[in-house]
């Protein structure tokens, strides 16, 4: 009986010392990030479309059918100025309307501090999409105009990196609202005015 509350008496020792060593770590991982975070105070990552353009996006009313061609240039600043950051999976998805028309996938790299890095992605091929009476009016008006209301998402997952420390992954979109023109024959029909992207929460894409 002794020898049984001996051994009873040691399992809880054993477990409340491990239990101080577990709250231990973790109080000290936190006073490791905190003071990581007050040395360098992340910056932020800034995303611009600097370009964009129009070869074709002509919609059928028939078939509900969109044939597109989109080409733009997105700019990536990282004004931090000791932290690096991996952009492990950007995606780029457009939307006319609020009607998802096009996609694809970017090239994933690691961008240094205080850097810009510029990706040209070219969207085309032809979709469903389907537009009201109300839709199909705004569209007809810009396709007189020349200039195209395109919203485009930016979908990362990305990790930060400072010194030997890198993050774990985390989740980041940005949101451009854009007045596309058409390019014709003889030039573009309207100018691309260079356009701030906005960081909106991650959502189901």
Known sequence: ???CCCCNCLFSCVFACICQILCA???ILGVIILA?????RPNKVYFHIADASLTKFDFSPTTNTLDYDLSLSVDIRNSNKKIGVYFDHIEAKTTYHRQ???NTN???FYQDPKNTTILNPVLKGQSSVYLGDSEKSDYNDEKKSGMYRIFTVLYMRIRLK???ITSGKFKL???CELKVPMKS???SSGTFERTNCVIIPWARH
């Open 106 to 108: 970017l090239e994933s």
């Open 162 to 164: 400072s010194g030997w």
């Open 185 to 187: 024959n003889v030039g």
């Open 1 to 3: 009986m002794g020898r």
């Open 36 to 40: 990581l975070w007050l040395i360098f």
């Open 173 to 175: 979109a940005a949101g």
């Open 100 to 102: 998802k028309f096009a």
């Open 25 to 27: 770590i973790i109080i």
